[in-house]
């Protein structure tokens, strides 16, 4: 598709629940990330991935977080055991393969994530 | 790794020039310096991005200080769609990849 598409719109979970949000990036494009927006609008890089291999994830709570991007799957963000702290607009991004970091990324709407 | 500087908010009168201003003083020499907004309830949205010399395009256009420490994204006529949270971003490259690196953005305020 033409757009990032990312699932569900809202995420309400209990502290302790696992959360599991979904994004399909853009057909053709190589590049995946993901970002935390919490209230301040400062966005908080997670973890990037190149096709299906994780680029760089060094923003990424390890022990808590995972995420996936396999061939002909949605990519994936897991949150096992959710913390108040949690709560966010998490954002997926797809950027086209370069050979330098000229390429825009191309945002889908979001997920909301609420901790209660 | 290198961060952007920006003012928390501007505010501008509708159908004036409006000229949004970001520092990255840590800038590396291939780092590409982009813009996105991000309108309420919205994914932030592409605007301009350049590496050294100044850039136009339908919706902007972008003014690199010669020593690539600051920018500043202009909007010739701003509208009241224009008011969003602007982000001044770098785009690095790392690795054989490349990541971006937010920073806290400028809310612009378009008054009627």
């Known amino acids: 598709g033409e757009e990032v598409a990312q699932t569900p719109k809202h995420l309400v979970r209990g502290e302790g629940q696992k959360a599991k949000l979904y994004c399909a990036p853009i057909?053709?494009?190589?590049?995946v990330f993901w970002y935390q927006q919490v209230l301040k609008n400062e966005f908080k890089f997670l973890i990037s991935?190149?096709?299906?291999?994780?680029?760089?994830e060094t923003g990424m709570p390890k022990e808590r977080f995972s995420a996936k991007c396999l061939p002909n799957s949605p990519c994936s963000l897991e949150i096992q055991a959710t913390k108040l702290e949690d709560s966010a607009v998490y954002f997926c991004?797809?950027?086209?393969?370069?050979?330098?970091?000229?390429?825009?990324?191309?945002f889908g709407p979001g997920t909301r994530l609420t901790v209660t | 790794d290198a961060k952007t500087t920006q003012p928390n908010s501007m505010e501008s009168n509708e159908e004036e020039p409006v000229h949004l201003p970001c520092n990255h003083s840590?800038?590396?020499?291939?780092?590409?310096i982009h813009w996105y907004r991000q309108l309420p309830s919205q994914g932030p949205e592409y605007v301009i991005h350049?590496?050294?010399s100044n850039v136009n395009n339908r919706m902007a256009s972008l003014a690199i200080a010669e020593d690539r420490k600051s920018s500043t994204l202009i909007l010739h006529r701003a509208t009241l769609r224009d008011a969003a949270v602007y982000y001044c971003?770098?785009?690095?490259?790392?690795?054989?990849?490349?990541?971006?690196?937010f920073g806290a953005g400028t809310r612009l305020f378009v008054k009627a």
């Open positions: 991004a797809s950027s086209p393969l370069g050979t330098d970091s000229s390429y825009e990324q191309y």
């Open positions: 057909k053709g494009h190589s590049y």
């Open positions: 991935f190149q096709n299906e291999n994780v680029f760089d």
């Open positions: 840590t800038i590396s020499g291939t780092d590409y």
């Open positions: 350049g590496l050294t």
């Open positions: 971003i770098l785009s690095a490259q790392r690795g054989g990849g490349f990541k971006t690196i």
